[in-house]
């Protein structure tokens, strides 16, 4: 009875993920752009920026391709450098495609990662008077009307707003954040013109060979503006930390997060309660204040691993920044940036940990398999092979903390895209995140090991979702399967040696990990095949040159004739062309 209740319990929590989830899906579809006009206020202090505005369009085209002119990357190749300070003169737009491209390892290396987070930093701060007539005109209040204090120096830049610290008339002390005036349109224009260029342009990778290497920009282009279309709007966020408020916080006296003020946040600004603490990185004020720094990693180790395994909705972007220590509580800020993973997707993860340690390469394959998109290029064979190679490296591994599980996923996703498995986004986002909380816990308590508490989590967790009556069924069914098939081994062996004594037996063979190969065997004889038609149709024109046909090309050579040669020439240049490429 015991147990029929808890898998009741299990199936009851995987239900409630799920409607927690839709829920918060129905709640980011039901947000609109609001189309309200600006305040003569902000019309007066932003003149010449409308006035831009309007001009920009015409020659945003030309003024994107100047600064891709004046960095000449296509000479003197793209290092890390050149691509972080070309995106900062294109404008905010492409600073925040770099910012969110700096948490993409599935799209760049790491180097490039790491200096595109530069990307954060040193950002020109917004007018203060822009800054209180954007909340004006929000709230359709004046600030004197909202706050009893309103510091005018912001406690943070960025790229798309920024944030000041106020206290509301009833002495509550709160963050607003701001969006920067006439950003969105700006970015949105850009978003327009860089699918112009898209529609254009066939961007294919270095030695792609066909339609499977090509690079959809199209799709990358439209990813982007969905993640930065999220970001231009404030109640994005706020929905973002009410659900991670409600679902990702078990016990606020371990772990919080601010509370979101709905009538003070609109699209473009967004009112939480100010945390009055530090960042997670000054251990040493940790320590001279007599906090436990290890109960604080841990706290907030368990409450990421309970993100993860048991929400299904993570903070994408934990770096000590966005991890604040108050009153010896840890508080995580900033949810502009959530992953969310499935049921299903945390089986796989587990599975391929679990493979990991047993050294079970037949499961790894179909974790990695079932990780990602495999294309018709897939061969799994190859992918086992390459596997056993990986596996030898961790054949002294008996447990996950032995494991850098950051470092053993990068490699699995390396060897994905190796195989032609496409990582979806969210994989490789929980990847990124995992790294960087990683190191955090690194630097704040070095004998803590997140893996470890994460596999022992997994472990629990495999615990309970493990069905006994289940697996005695399913593997009887098994048992009986395998019954009947060899009771009919004896019945098949007659049959097959009846037909080889007949003479009607027949043995089909299939190669397997020569198709690349074979196709390039084969575009190389079609290529000589036509080199030799070339050649045929030359000689039979030059031949039909000295017949009296009509009609004639001026000079008294027939027209039939003429025609052949040029098609034969036009035919040898392509035939010479594709060869010299192979």
Not at 228 to 233: A, I, K, N, S, V
Not at 513 to 526: A, F
Not at 540 to 557: R, T, W
């Amino acid at each position: 009875m015991a147990k029929k209740s808890q898998k009741k319990n299990n199936a009851s929590s995987l239900q409630d993920r799920k409607e927690m989830l839709k829920d918060l899906d129905a709640k980011m579809e039901d947000l609109k752009q609001s189309t309200a006009e600006m305040s003569q206020n902000m019309k007066q202090l932003l003149p010449g920026q409308m006035k831009e505005l309007e001009k920009r369009e015409k020659k945003r085209s030309a003024e994107i391709l100047g600064v891709f002119a004046k960095h000449n990357f296509y000479a003197n190749g793209l290092t890390p450098e050149e691509l972080r300070s070309t995106l900062e003169d294109l404008g905010p737009t492409f600073v925040k495609i770099g910012q969110i491209m700096s948490s993409r390892v599935d799209m760049l290396p790491e180097s490039y990662c790491k200096e595109l987070e530069k990307l954060r930093q040193n950002v020109q701060e917004l007018d203060p008077a822009l800054a209180r007539a954007v909340i004006e005109q929000e709230t359709g209040k004046k600030i004197d009307e909202i706050y009893k204090e309103f510091r005018d120096k912001p406690l943070g830049s960025a790229s798309i707003g920024q944030a000041h610290y106020a206290v509301l008339k009833d002495g509550t002390p709160v963050v607003t954040k701001v969006q920067r005036p006439l950003i969105a349109d700006m970015m949105r224009q850009d978003f327009v013109l860089l699918k112009k260029l898209a529609s254009v342009f066939n961007v294919v990778m270095e030695g792609a060979e066909n339609s499977e290497d090509q690079l959809d920009l199209m799709q990358v282009i439209e990813e982007f503006e969905k993640v930065t279309e999220e970001e231009l709007d404030c109640r994005v966020e706020a929905a973002n930390t009410k659900f991670f408020k409600e679902h990702c916080i078990e016990d606020e006296e371990k772990v919080t997060c601010p509370d979101v003020y709905d009538d003070l946040t609109t699209e473009r600004i967004f009112t939480m309660s100010f945390v009055d603490g530090y960042s997670i990185a000054k251990r040493d004020r940790l320590i001279e204040e007599g906090y436990d720094v290890e109960d604080i990693g841990r706290r907030i180790v368990d409450n990421y691993v309970h993100q993860i395994l048991d929400v299904g909705t993570f903070h994408a972007d934990p770096h000590q920044g966005n991890i604040m220590v108050m009153h010896g509580t840890p508080c995580w800020i900033d949810f502009g940036m959530i992953g969310r993973i499935t049921d299903a997707d945390v089986n796989i993860i587990q599975s391929l940990v679990l493979a990991i340690l047993e050294g079970d390469v037949e499961t790894i394959a179909n974790s990695v398999m079932s990780m990602g998109a495999a294309s018709p290029k897939t061969n799994r064979d190859r992918l086992i092979e390459d596997l056993d190679v990986f596996l030898d490296r961790y054949v002294s591994v008996t447990s996950i903390n032995d494991l850098d599980v950051a470092l053993l996923f990068d490699e699995i996703c390396a060897l994905a895209e190796k195989h032609h498995i496409k990582m979806p986004g969210k994989f490789t986002m929980l990847i990124r995140s995992l790294g960087t909380i990683e190191g955090v816990i690194e630097q704040l308590c070095p004998e803590l090991n997140l893996f470890e508490i994460l596999s022992n989590k997994m472990m629990d967790r495999a615990k309970k979702n493990f069905d006994l009556e289940q697996l005695l069924i399913s593997t009887g069914k098994d048992v009986l399967e395998i019954s009947k098939k060899a009771a009919r081994i004896p019945a098949l062996t007659s049959d097959l040696l009846k037909s080889a004594a007949r003479g009607r037996m027949k043995i089909n063979l299939e190669l397997t990990g020569y198709e690349e190969l074979l196709n390039k065997g084969s575009d190389t004889v079609k290529t000589i095949m036509m080199a030799l038609f070339a050649c045929v149709l030359f000689i039979g024109s030059s031949l039909m040159c000295l017949a009296d046909i009509s009609p004639k090309a001026p000079g008294g050579v027939p027209v039939l004739a003429a025609i052949g040669l040029v098609l034969s020439v036009a035919l040898a240049i392509f035939a010479v062309r594709n060869m010299s490429k192979k």
